[in-house]
Nanobody, 119 residues
Framework: QVQLVESGGGLVQAGGSLRLSCAAS????????MGWYRQAPGKQRELVAT???????GYADSVKGRYTISRDNAKNTVYLQMNSLKPEDTAVYYC?????????????WGQGTQVTVSS
C-alpha cells in the first residue's frame, strides 16, 4: 500500500504565499507523475499542476506564473509553491501520484489540505 500525506495548507491574505508538501510512503518502486488538484465548495475537482519523473511540468492556466510545482525523487515528495494567492484559489488541495510498485502502476490520492485566501 501507498500513502500520501499532505501538509502546508492554511489561511493567508490575498497576495500572500503558501507552500504545500506531499510525501509518499509505502511499497514504491518508482513514481511516474505527481500532481496537485483542488476542489472548491460546489465545484468539481480540477487539475492544478503536474510534474513527471524527468521534471517536465504542466499548469492550469489559472495558476501559470503564480504556482511552481517541484519534486524530490529521493524523498518521494512533491511540492507546490503558491505565490500571489487570490481568494478564488481557496479550495481543498489534493496531491496525486502514479506509483509503480514493481508489477503495475496505480494512482493514489492524499487526504487533502485546506487553503483559504482572504480578501
Amino acid at each position: 500500500q501507498v500513502q500520501l500525506v499532505e501538509s502546508g495548507g492554511g489561511l493567508v491574505q490575498a497576495g500572500g504565499s503558501l507552500r504545500l508538501s506531499c510525501a509518499a510512503s509505502g511499497s514504491i518502486f518508482s513514481i511516474k507523475v505527481m500532481g496537485w488538484y483542488r476542489q472548491a465548495p460546489g465545484k468539481q475537482r480540477e487539475l492544478v499542476a503536474t510534474i513527471g519523473d524527468s521534471g517536465s511540468t504542466g499548469y492550469a492556466d489559472s495558476v501559470k506564473g503564480r504556482y511552481t510545482i517541484s519534486r524530490d525523487n529521493a524523498k518521494n515528495t512533491v511540492y507546490l509553491q503558491m505565490n500571489s494567492l487570490k481568494p478564488e484559489d481557496t479550495a481543498v488541495y489534493y496531491c496525486n501520484a502514479d506509483v509503480f510498485a514493481g508489477r503495475y502502476t496505480s494512482t493514489y490520492w492524499g487526504q487533502g489540505t485546506q487553503v483559504t485566501v482572504s480578501s
